[in-house]
T-cell receptor
Framework: QKEVEQNSGPLSVPEGAIASLNCTYS??????FFWYRQYSGKSPELIMF????GDKEDGRFTAQLNKASQYVSLLIRDSQPSDSATYLC????????????FGQGTELSVKP | GAGVSQSPRYKVAKRGQDVALRCDPI?????LFWYQQALGQGPEFLTY????????KSGLPSDRFFAERPEGSVSTLKIQRTQQEDSAVYLC??????????FGSGTRLTVV
């Protein structure tokens, strides 16, 4: 079992819809959680991070964390074609410094 | 500098050649990370520095891989006797706090 798992997709949603991206992790020592966006041929860029159970909102993005279920998700409201990219979930584990464990990424396609 | 700078942007090496990849982090960032990203996969952790100290090198795939950061700023990732399986994008990231970091543009290494 991989430490961080994501559905590789592709996930296709129409413009204006809500895109829901999911991630599960195996290590209960995981303490902080990150979502990165990666356009084709580019490097990952940080969208959001979350440490506590519940929801965290930033503009059109909402991160949701459920530590009991070892599950973190990213919701993108009013999806735009420019949101089409691969979304990477990453986890930082307690006592492992700043090291992040990444999932394989979910490819999102927003159709006009 | 304004961002994390990596060079070269692209590198083609013949199998068996040695290569050196450079990373210039954001000025003042204490933590520096190297990741390897194969096509269609998420980044895989290689190694981590805090200032000049290499605190974690557990992700280096073999003793052909070596990283250094002698003055706590610029870092070099060296790969000796390159193999085809070393072909990947090598990403460098830096952080002031140790996580939630900023990636450079990466070096795409192709071993032929």
């Amino acid at each position: 079992q991989k430490e961080v798992e994501q559905n590789s997709g592709p996930l296709s949603v129409p413009e204006g819809a809500i895109a829901s991206l999911n991630c599960t992790y195996s290590d209960r020592g995981s303490q902080s959680f990150f979502w990165y966006r990666q356009y084709s041929g580019k490097s990952p860029e940080l969208i959001m991070f979350i440490y506590s159970n519940g929801d965290k909102e930033d503009g059109r993005f909402t991160a949701q964390l459920n530590k009991a279920s070892q599950y973190v998700s990213l919701l993108i409201r009013d999806s735009q074609p420019s949101d089409s990219a691969t979304y990477l979930c990453a986890v930082n584990i307690y006592n492992q410094g700043g090291k992040l464990i990444f999932g394989q990424g979910t490819e999102l396609s927003v159709k006009p | 500098g304004a961002g994390v700078s990596q060079s070269p942007r692209y590198k083609v090496a013949k199998r068996g050649q040695d290569v050196a990849l450079r990373c210039d982090p954001i000025s003042g960032h204490v933590s520096l990370f190297w990741y390897q990203q194969a096509l269609g996969q998420g980044p895989e952790f290689l190694t981590y520095f805090q200032n000049e100290a290499q605190l974690d090198k557990s992700g280096l795939p073999s003793d052909r891989f070596f990283a250094e950061r002698p003055e706590g700023s610029v870092s070099t990732l060296k790969i000796q006797r390159t193999q085809q399986e070393d072909s990947a994008v090598y990403l460098c990231a830096s952080s002031a706090q140790g996580y939630g970091y900023t990636f450079g543009s990466g070096t795409r290494l192709t071993v032929v």
